[in-house]
């Protein structure tokens, strides 16, 4: 998948996870997933988070490829230690977004999964899984991620100003 998609597919799981509890839907939420949905790319410098962080993102890719660690399991599980580890040291906002970070970057996972490719759940067993439903870059991949969005957002109830506002500030999608 692509950063123009990996970003909607990350806020929609972000919603339909604050339909399923008390959450509400708010913009520094719907941000937070958005950039968890763009942070397994992280080892790749090419990415829409990589150009931005060449300094993390060049000697990643060196060490660990693309399409590794950073898109299995594992990459998870460290994130969820991690995440909260920071909000009880550093700042309790923090704390607020774990949930969405990690969403977002589990649907990053299973966006990639959905194509030939694949990822390396299991890292560091290089076995691939795949449900190869589109290629990357295809139209049936704009059209499933755009469905799905819509989906959320009209069975959700998502008020249109919320993703506008969200959308807004996000410069990959602005077209900053």
Known sequence: ?????HIPFAMSWWWLYCLGTDQSI???????????????DIDH????????????SIPLSYLVGHRGVTHSLMAVVVMLIMLPLAAFTMDTRIALLVAPVCLGY??????????????PLLWPNRKRYTLNLFKTTSLLESVFVGVFTISVVILG????????NTIAQIPFMAGR
């Open 106 to 119: 589990l649907s990053h996972i299973t966006g990639d999964a959905m194509t030939p490719s694949g990822v």
């Open 26 to 40: 708010e913009a520094v939420g719907t941000m937070a997933a958005a950039m968890g949905g763009l942070l397994p």
């Open 45 to 56: 410098p090419k990415s829409a988070l990589g150009r931005r962080i060449p300094f993390i």
């Open 157 to 164: 109830g998502i008020a249109p100003s919320v993703m506008h």
């Open 1 to 5: 998948m692509q950063a123009r998609n």
